[in-house]
Antibody, heavy 123, light 107 residues
Framework: EVQLVESGGGLVQPGRSLRLSCAASGFTFDDYAMHWVRQAPGKGLEWVSGISWNSGSIGYADSVKGRFTISRDNAKNSLYLQMNSLRAEDTALYYCAKDLSFGGVSLGPIDYWGQGTLVTVSS | EIVLTQSPGTLSLSPGERATLSCRAS???????LAWYQQKPGQAPRLLIY???SRATGIPDRFSGSGSGTDFTLTISRLEPEDFAVYYC????????FGQGTKVEIK
């Protein structure tokens, strides 16, 4: 059974940093691209970032480019999101998500999602 | 960056009725890299359709996707009580993005 468990969320002041982690199990982690998707309270989904299986292809939404960094450690079956210079508009539930496509070098659709970790940016 | 616009914002229908949801892209979506998701309150989204028309594993055949280029449609042939939810389209590939969602509510 595929499991994605996010951690690292919490309350943080504007301008500060936070690092999210995602522990993956139930599938061969280094065969799939991975994503971070967020959802502000009462709002829609926003794709944040994605990384291919070998970290050779990485993408970011314009809203986070230059502030957020995605990375993965295939030996630890883990995905990360380093978030710097946080803003109030970054407040959201952050989902870790698995790409559908085996061995894809581009970012595909998402077939499994974690339950999310809440990030609140407020003074 | 491709912008996806979904319509209508809310669809009020009765169980058993047909639902037609639209997703329009600001520019052509390459290789029909278009997916549809369902999200219920308090739950993570669920993949319904990818490649514009391929059903994901375990998705009932009352869900179907169609379209190409800039115009895509999700059709639910006969609404079941569990289908009332919010639906999102997503284009994927080099720079994924979601539409703003369509809520299907009980009339």
């Amino acid at each position: 059974e595929v499991q994605l468990v996010e951690s690292g969320g919490g309350l943080v002041q504007p301008g500060r940093s936070l690092r999210l982690s995602c522990a993956a199990s139930g599938f061969t982690f280094d065969d799939y691209a991975m994503h971070w998707v967020r959802q502000a309270p009462g709002k829609g989904l926003e794709w944040v970032s994605g990384i291919s299986w070998n970290s050779g292809s990485i993408g970011y939404a314009d809203s986070v480019k230059g502030r957020f960094t995605i990375s993965r450690d295939n030996a630890k079956n883990s995905l990360y999101l380093q978030m710097n210079s946080l803003r109030a508009e970054d407040t959201a539930l952050y989902y870790c998500a698995k790409d559908l496509s085996f061995g894809g070098v581009s970012l595909g659709p998402i077939d499994y999602w974690g339950q999310g970790t809440l990030v609140t940016v407020s003074s | 960056e491709i912008v996806l616009t979904q319509s209508p914002g809310t669809l009020s229908l009765s169980p058993g009725e047909r639902a037609t949801l639209s997703c329009r892209a600001s520019q052509s979506v390459s290789s029909s890299y278009l997916a549809w998701y369902q999200q219920k309150p308090g739950q993570a989204p669920r993949l319904l359709i990818y490649g514009a028309s391929s059903r994901a594993t375990g998705i009932p055949d009352r869900f179907s996707g169609s379209g190409s280029g800039t115009d895509f449609t999700l059709t639910i042939s006969r609404l079941e009580p569990e289908d009332f939810a919010v639906y999102y389209c997503q284009q994927y590939g080099s720079s994924p993005a979601f539409g703003q969602g369509t809520k299907v509510e009980i009339k």
